[in-house]
């Protein structure tokens, strides 16, 4: 699926990945290939992303949102 993290300064993460950790409004969710569409706020904690290559990347954020869309696409805008 095709991750995109942005921060009001600069794209954190833009890529490929196999997963998604990540604590929203309604709780802890993990997004993984075929998730079905959603947009959701996002709480303060730590996004956890493991990419194509099983590389684990954490991204810790204050607040933000969450789209995914039909297709494998993740959008997060976040505050860094």
Not at 13 to 19: I, L, Q, T, V
Not at 21 to 26: D, L, R
Not at 35 to 54: A, V
Request: contains cysteine.
């Amino acid at each position: 699926m095709k991750l995109s993290v942005y921060s009001l300064k600069k794209v954190l993460f833009d890529g490929d990945a196999e997963s998604v950790n990540c604590q929203t409004t309604s709780g802890e969710i993990t997004i993984l290939n075929n998730h079905r569409p959603l947009i959701s706020g996002l709480k303060k904690g730590t996004i956890e992303i493991i990419d194509k290559e099983k590389k684990e990347h954490y991204i810790p954020v204050s607040a933000g949102f969450l789209e995914v869309s039909s297709g494998s696409r993740i959008k997060l805008i976040v505050e860094a």
